[in-house]
């Protein structure tokens, strides 16, 4: 094998400062050598040195970002842990203010119709 041969790729997507990191390939032949982990390594490494943000949609690289707490830093606003809580706060509320809503568009059954 010469240092040309494509035996992988990591195909993503820039969506202003954050880099997705979608679908991870390696041939078959050279699967199960660290050849998913080098491609997912380096692409950290070039994000990080470009001060940009990851979103690892691919289920390989959100594993390897499970695994690589030291790169969690990288991860975009919305998918660190402190921004989940948050959110699932903000979801908790929303969806009590919904539900005391009903049908009746917000009315109290006892209300007398407009």
Do not use: F
Not at 22 to 46: F, S
Not at 72 to 100: C, F, N
Request: hydrophobic share 30%.
């Amino acid at each position: 094998m010469s240092g040309e041969d494509v035996v992988g790729h990591l195909s993503y997507d820039t969506i202003g400062n954050t880099v997705d990191l979608h679908h991870t390939v390696v041939d078959p032949a050279h699967r199960n050598k660290g050849v998913a982990a080098a491609l997912v390594e380096e692409a950290v490494r070039e994000i990080r040195a470009e001060k940009m943000s990851v979103r690892p949609t691919c289920s390989y690289v959100r594993a390897w970002m499970d695994q690589h707490p030291e790169h969690q830093d990288l991860l975009e606003p919305s998918l660190l842990p402190e921004d989940q809580d948050v959110a699932a706060d903000e979801d908790s509320s929303g969806d009590q203010r919904k539900a005391g809503e009903g049908a009746s568009g917000g009315r109290s059954p006892s209300d007398p119709a407009p």
